[in-house]
């Protein structure tokens, strides 16, 4: 049976969160009113001259370095001609010979540059025979990424896609929203019956959620596959596909360009750039101003509460969920027992009530502090721990504070959620589960101790719930001697 390898690799797209354009002052904004957010330099009027970002190209730099990859000394920006209704220059500024980041790596998966562009307009064509062009994306700032062919599935371009995407987050470079298109995808596939031998080569343009990335290349790969069972190698030609997410199905678009179709050259009106002339993008700068990342915390995570890699993924995943996990751990303390619980209560039972409340489509991208602070969230595991909840008793009142966050210890007695330790209430509800269960002490006096269990649950039922069970339970069988 033939053994067929595919071969992918990515190119990623994704705007950087600035105040202004990559080359001019207009407010960086897309989602702005259509064509508000223009001038005469990202429109291309004649005579006008670019400038240079430098939050845009701190931001690359910052990337780079968190990827382990080599800053370029020197850099500059370069035409690529193209015509497209979208690029109101009839160029994009971008980078080819000399890119601001070569090398380094994400989830094991070798980049081969990281390079800084403008991102072009935007086109509509639902209004009818014609389209529109919104110019208010033109020239925002875009980091483009290109990993080595080193990728061997669907579900592993994903998963690099959504770990760049979350660095992206962590660092403050852009929130990389794909489905507003902040950031898209771009996958070029090829396989082959030989592990070192690249196949026909073909790109998927603009997957824009990861589901689509993992379903086009698995289409590619399947469709590759079948014609190279069937002999039909020249079924597969180099060309550049679309996705279409109802058929899950790829189609034809175009021919792919090759480098020399754009002709590249350098950009004469901007100037050349020495990195390592520029104080504030010297590596300790840099460094110095560099949060902790998505990789470093979930080995915090691990070694400080022993978390899992799925549970510690639930946490690293969202800024917001991250936030509220450790003011959590701060207000318990070094309570291990207590942390223990914490990360169970908020993993099913907050979780839970945030998947069940139909206001939230997508609990990851909301505050959970905005429900139950963390303050309250660590008073209701202390008084689990304590005994003074049961764990019935911790659900109702989490349910209760997610409807109305204030003073657990106050909601749980209005509710009467809190657990009866009272000796003397306990003995008279011991006195009725003897009394009514004869047969079941006679047993237990005879040496049935599984017997005492079943006695404890009439004992737990008589006090709807909020008898602690490891008193009653010592109390009966001090009882029945």
Not at 21 to 49: E, Y
Not at 233 to 255: A, C, H, L, M, N
Not at 283 to 308: G, K, S, T, V
Not at 347 to 366: C, H, P, R
Request: charged share 25%; glycine share 6%; net charge negative.
């Amino acid at each position: 049976m033939t053994t067929y390898f595919p071969i992918i690799g990515l190119e990623i797209h994704a705007e950087l969160d600035t105040v202004t354009k990559m080359f001019c002052a207009s407010r960086n904004d897309p989602d702005a009113a259509p064509n508000t957010n223009i001038c005469p330099v990202c429109m291309a009027h004649p005579g006008t001259l670019p400038t240079i970002n430098t939050a845009a190209v701190k931001h690359v730099i910052t990337v780079g370095h968190a990827v382990g990859g080599e800053i370029a000394d020197f850099t500059e920006f370069d035409r690529k001609n193209y015509f497209y209704p979208d690029i109101p220059k009839g160029y994009q500024i971008s980078q080819f010979e000399h890119p601001l980041v070569s090398g380094g790596s994400i989830n094991d998966v070798a980049i081969t540059r990281i390079h800084l562009e403008e991102d072009t307009a935007k086109s509509t064509h639902d209004q009818g025979d014609y389209s529109l062009v919104d110019f208010n994306r033109a020239g925002v700032p875009l980091m483009e990424l290109v990993t080595e062919p080193v990728i061997t599935s669907g579900e592993q371009a994903a998963a690099f896609a959504k770990e760049l995407q979350l660095l992206l987050r962590y660092l403050g470079a852009g929130e990389a929203n794909m489905e507003k298109g902040q950031m898209r995808v771009e996958a070029n596939i090829s396989v082959s019956t030989d592990r070192e031998v690249f196949g026909t080569k073909v790109e998927v343009k603009n997957l824009n959620s990861f589901r689509s990335v993992e379903g086009a290349i698995a289409c590619e790969i399947e469709r590759h596959t079948n014609a190279l069972e069937r002999g039909a190698v020249e079924e597969i030609v180099q060309e550049t596909r679309g996705w279409d997410e109802q058929k899950q199905t790829t189609f034809s678009q175009r021919q792919k360009e090759g480098s020399a179709d754009y002709r590249y050259f350098p950009e004469p009106d901007l100037p050349k750039l020495w990195i390592s002339r520029i104080p504030e993008f010297h590596p300790d700068n840099i460094h110095r101003e560099m949060p902790e990342l998505p990789w470093e915390r979930r080995a915090r995570y691990a070694a400080d509460y022993n978390l899992d890699e799925q549970t510690s993924d639930i946490f690293v995943r969202s800024l917001s969920w991250a936030a509220y996990f450790e003011a959590v751990m701060e207000a318990i303390g070094s309570d291990q027992k207590q942390q223990k619980l914490a990360i169970n209560y908020i993993t099913s039972d907050l979780i839970g009530l945030m998947k069940q409340d139909t206001n939230i489509e997508l609990f990851a991208d909301v505050d959970p502090a905005g429900y139950i602070t963390p303050d309250h969230f660590a008073t209701v595991i202390a008084m689990t721990a304590g005994q003074d909840l049961s764990s019935r008793g911790a659900k109702d009142l989490l349910a209760l504070l997610y409807r109305e966050d204030r003073d657990p210890q106050e909601l749980a007695e209005t509710n009467g959620l809190l657990q009866q330790s009272d000796e003397s209430e306990l003995k008279t509800i011991i006195a009725e589960v003897v009394g009514e269960n004869p047969d079941e002490v006679e047993s237990y006096k005879q040496g049935n101790v599984k017997v005492l269990q079943f006695l404890v649950g009439q004992g737990m039922k008589k006090s709807k719930g909020s008898a602690n069970p490891q008193v009653l339970k010592e109390l009966l069988e001090s009882e029945l001697g």
